[in-house]
T-cell receptor, first 115, second 114 residues
Framework: KAGVTQTPRYLIKTRGQQVTLSCSPI?????VSWYQQTPGQGLQFLFE???????NKGNFPGRFSGRQFSNSRSEMNVSTLELGDSALYLC??????????????FGPGTRLTVL | QKEVEQDPGPLSVPEGAIVSLNCTYS??????FMWYRQYSRKGPELLMY????GNKEDGRFTAQVDKSSKYISLFIRDSQPSDSATYLC??????????????FGAGTRLAVHP
C-alpha cells in the first residue's frame, strides 16, 4: 500500500507570496492532519480534516488554511508569506475510526523556504 | 507548562550502548503512547505504540509506560549508527466529538557513533 505523498517536496518563495501544498493520504484513510516543524518550536499542529470538514485547529493565524476533497486528498494554503513561515510542513493520515490509537502516518514533508 | 515534555538532547552514545529516551506528561487523560523516529529530511515514522502501563518489546526497542508517574520511556538496546535520528514521543487523548488528538514532544536528537 502506498504511503502518504506530499508535493512539492521543496519550495522557495518570497515574502508576501502565497503557497499551496498538497497531500495524498494512504488509501482508505479519511483523516488528514497538517503540522509545521521548525528547529525551535518542534512539531506544531495546524489543523485536521475529516470527510472534507475541518474538525480540529491549532493556534495559527488565519493566513494558514486548508481543505479536503472528496477523495480525502488535502491542500494547505499559506497566504502573505512571512520569513517565519520557513519550515517543514508535514501531512499525516489516519483511519480516524475513533477506536484504538488512530495512528498517524506521515508523509516526507514539504520544505518551504521564504526569502 | 507544556502537556508533553521531552529533553531535546542531543544525546551522543557509542555503538552498542543502551539508549534511554524519556518523556513526561501532565494530562492524565492521555490514553495511547507512541514513539516516532525521524531521520534527517524525512517525515516521522511510527516506531511503537502502547496503551497500558508496563513494557512492550519489539526487537531492540522497548517502550515503557508508567501512568502513575506520567512518564514514558523508549529503550534501544545494542544501538547502531543507523539509529541516529530524532525520536519523538506522542500521546493521544480522546476529545469532544469522539476522536483522538495527538500531542507531540519536542523530540530528542540521538547520535550513535561507531
Amino acid at each position: 500500500k502506498a504511503g502518504v505523498t506530499q508535493t512539492p517536496r521543496y519550495l522557495i518563495k518570497t515574502r508576501g507570496q502565497q503557497v499551496t501544498l498538497s497531500c495524498s493520504p494512504i488509501s482508505g484513510h479519511r483523516s488528514v492532519s497538517w503540522y509545521q516543524q521548525t528547529p525551535g518550536q518542534g512539531l506544531q499542529f495546524l489543523f485536521e480534516y475529516f470527510s472534507e470538514t475541518q474538525r480540529n485547529k491549532g493556534n495559527f493565524p488565519g493566513r494558514f488554511s486548508g481543505r479536503q476533497f472528496s477523495n480525502s486528498r488535502s491542500e494547505m494554503n499559506v497566504s502573505t508569506l512571512e520569513l517565519g513561515d520557513s519550515a517543514l510542513y508535514l501531512c499525516a493520515s489516519s483511519h480516524a475510526s475513533g477506536r484504538g490509537t488512530d495512528t498517524q502516518y506521515f508523509g516526507p514533508g514539504t520544505r518551504l523556504t521564504v526569502l | 507548562q507544556k502537556e508533553v515534555e521531552q529533553d531535546p538532547g542531543p544525546l551522543s552514545v557509542p555503538e552498542g550502548a543502551i539508549v534511554s529516551l524519556n518523556c513526561t506528561y501532565s494530562n492524565s487523560a492521555f490514553q495511547y503512547f507512541m514513539w516516532y523516529r525521524q531521520y534527517s529530511r524525512k517525515g516521522p515514522e511510527l516506531l511503537m505504540y502502547t496503551y497500558s502501563s508496563g513494557n512492550k518489546e519489539d526487537g531492540r526497542f522497548t517502550a515503557q509506560v508508567d501512568k502513575s508517574s506520567k512518564y514514558i520511556s523508549l529503550f534501544i538496546r545494542d544501538s547502531q549508527p543507523s539509529d541516529s535520528a530524532t525520536y519523538l514521543c506522542a500521546m493521544s487523548v480522546r476529545i469532544s466529538g469522539g476522536y483522538n488528538k495527538l500531542i507531540f514532544g519536542a523530540g530528542t536528537r540521538l547520535a550513535v557513533h561507531p
